[in-house]
């Protein structure tokens, strides 16, 4: 430590604050404050559209009033519907297309870049050149199921029971890649001594799958369900794109009601009160399913 | 059996098994892009035509709606004129229609170039500040600051869209180009320290220290070895953060109107006469995507660093 203070110009230490200073003031100033005045406005009864009216003090009023709603509930059942199907799907296909790829058969790479190109788009685009596939009319999506199987005329995005199926399978179509990738490098990172003691050991091919390959794929595929956990659970643009949460509210996500109480509505302390909610799930399950994965990583 | 060979050299068969499945999945998967593009290239008429068109006589209808507006005109107004004058003027015509003017779209898409290259230099460069930071000295707090930068990225756009809405229009930023600017390099800051922390730690410390012996300061050291060394992954990174900015649809709804509003917004708006005009969005959705596909090309290598925010490295 000593030596170092022989070079010229600044210190070490004055770098070091002039370096991140700039960064967490922005954070502060941008992310931080806006999220103090939402949990502020939490708790009155605050319009943002009506200027000039001073804004009550409410206590929890606000608070109670989301928890108590029913259709909330509901918004959060379709959220949670979402989740477990996009999850489950970009899981299993995901490592599937992962465990495939990683038989380092001919042109790969080229074929990898080209089947993650659907995640790297815009969801807001994505979400309008859907509808046009799901048309029931001229949609090409339509056109194909009925070349295999004639159901007649579908709509998969003006069907109440349709619809969350829409979301699901352009959400699956979209981020599979995202799963499939990360898988692809816990599979490349397993020593290949592990197989070669397997092999000498006369494991069967599936056992190596069991005891070797699952185990070391693990803790990278919940590291890929964490990023799409918490990214379906703020799902919005794509969504609104596609079914804007309808027919009804049949898609009507946790966002896309937030959005809707706070833009629309324009009810600010009820939308903050809500967004806290939401806010506290996401880092609270979060953080339980960090806990969950690293106790699984150090088995 | 012979398929039960090992994992470390697949048997042929396996190989060509599993080539062809990919194969199978990836034109699979790219079949919705393809005919968003074809689509971009057909008329009006052969974009509603059941069942789809696979093979027509493709046209740039799309591409002249996209960039014009026009006015459905009678057919003696339409003698009435002179001749027209280029091709564009004349496939508007042979749909009894005139060109009013330009439309929108130039406009929002370089409303998205314009804020996307100015919050992509802002994020890279104080990122890069910040991550090297991190990356070299002993900083206070510094997990718990990493992770403070890492959590801003879990909010829900909508939970801050609205204290923002309130606090731009107070500061006169609502709608404008330096808003933008100034909120997306804040949601990109997070991605591009912890991208950026991770390169930098793979360069080795003897350079800036062998640089810093030979007379330089901490600053020129930074600038003059750390930061050209760095350069690959501060290219990954910047691409990352236009991607982003590029992409970014909830804020731009939600904060913009007419100044600053970027391309995703807009494409949906883009409505024909008597229903959506679907070469037109097609073309639209075909150029805005076109510069992504051919960064994720480009970027390949550090994909996988880059959506997992350098949590997981080759």
């Known amino acids: 430590m000593s030596v170092k203070k022989k070079f010229k110009g600044l210190s070490d230490k004055a770098v070091a604050w002039l370096f991140i200073g700039p960064s967490v003031f922005l954070l502060l100033a941008i992310n931080i404050y806006p999220l103090i005045y939402a949990i502020r406005m939490s708790f009155t009864n605050f319009y943002a559209n009506k200027i000039g009216r001073e804004p009550q003090f409410v206590g929890l009023k606000n608070y109670i009033k989301v928890l108590n709603k029913e259709a909330i509930w509901e918004k959060m059942q379709v959220t949670a519907n979402f989740m477990f199907w996009t999850l489950l799907l970009q899981a299993v296909i995901g490592l599937g297309l992962a465990l495939l790829l990683n038989r380092k058969f001919k042109g790969n790479e080229l074929l990898t870049t080209l089947i993650v190109l659907p995640m790297m788009l815009s969801p807001a685009v994505v979400g309008v050149f859907w509808t046009y596939l799901y048309n029931p009319q001229v949609g090409l999506f339509n056109y194909v199921i009925n070349f295999f199987y004639d159901f007649g005329s579908f709509d998969m995005i003006g069907s109440s029971e349709l619809a969350p199926w829409s979301i699901v399978i352009v959400d699956t179509w979209m981020w599979t890649p995202f799963t499939m990738l990360i898988c692809l490098a816990g599979l490349r990172s397993v020593p290949n001594y592990l197989y070669e003691a397997a092999e000498v050991d006369r494991a069967s091919k599936w056992q190596q799958f069991i005891y070797i390959t699952l185990p070391s794929v693990l803790p990278f595929l919940l590291l890929a369900l964490l990023f799409r956990g918490i990214e379906n659970f703020k799902m919005f643009d794509m969504v609104v794109e596609l079914t804007s949460g309808g027919p009804g509210s049949a898609t009507e996500l946790a966002s896309i009601n937030l959005k809707r109480e706070a833009f629309e509505k324009w009810k600010t302390g009820y939308s903050s009160a809500f967004a806290v909610i939401l806010f506290v799930t996401i880092f609270g399950f979060g953080n339980v399913y960090v806990k969950v994965m690293n106790k699984i990583k150090e088995r | ?314």
């Open chain 2, 1 to 314: 059996m012979d398929t039960s060979r090992s994992y470390l050299e697949p048997s042929s068969f396996s190989k060509k098994l599993a080539a062809t499945i990919i194969i199978v999945y990836t034109v699979i998967t790219l079949i919705p892009i393809s005919w968003m593009v074809m689509t971009s290239f057909k008329n009006v008429n052969s974009a509603i035509s059941y069942p789809p068109e696979v093979l027509f006589e493709p046209s740039l209808e799309g591409y002249v709606n996209l960039f014009t507006n026009r006015s459905r005109q009678s057919q003696e107004y339409l003698d009435s004129l002179p001749a027209p004058e280029t091709w564009y003027e004349e496939l508007v015509r042979s749909r009894e229609m005139v060109i009013t003017g330009p439309s929108k779209f130039l406009g929002r898409y370089s409303n998205s170039m314009i804020i996307g290259f100015g919050s992509t230099f802002a994020s890279v460069f104080l990122g890069a500040l910040a991550a090297y930071a991190f990356s070299r000295f002993r900083v206070p707090l510094k997990d718990d600051l990493l992770f403070f930068i890492l959590s801003t990225r879990m909010f829900p756009p909508i939970a801050v869209a609205v204290p923002i809405f309130i606090m731009y229009r107070k500061l006169g930023l609502g709608d404008t180009h330096l808003g933008m600017i100034i909120l997306y390099t804040v949601v990109n800051l997070s991605l591009a320290v912890w991208l950026l922390k991770g390169f930098m730690d793979e360069i080795p410390k003897e350079y800036e220290e062998a640089a810093m012996i030979d007379g330089y300061s901490r600053l020129q050291a930074f600038f003059k070895v750390v930061l050209p060394q760095a350069m690959t992954g501060i290219a990954a990174t910047a691409i990352f953060c236009m991607i982003f900015s590029w992409n970014e649809y909830a804020f731009a709804v939600l904060l913009t109107q007419f100044n600053a509003q970027t391309a995703p917004p807009f494409i949906p708006t883009i409505i024909g006469e008597g229903g959506l005009d679907w070469p037109a969005i097609g073309a639209g959705t075909t150029l805005f995507l076109l510069p992504v596909m051919i960064f994720t090309i480009i970027l390949r290598k550090h994909l996988l660093r880059g959506i997992t925010f350098g949590a997981v490295r080759k």
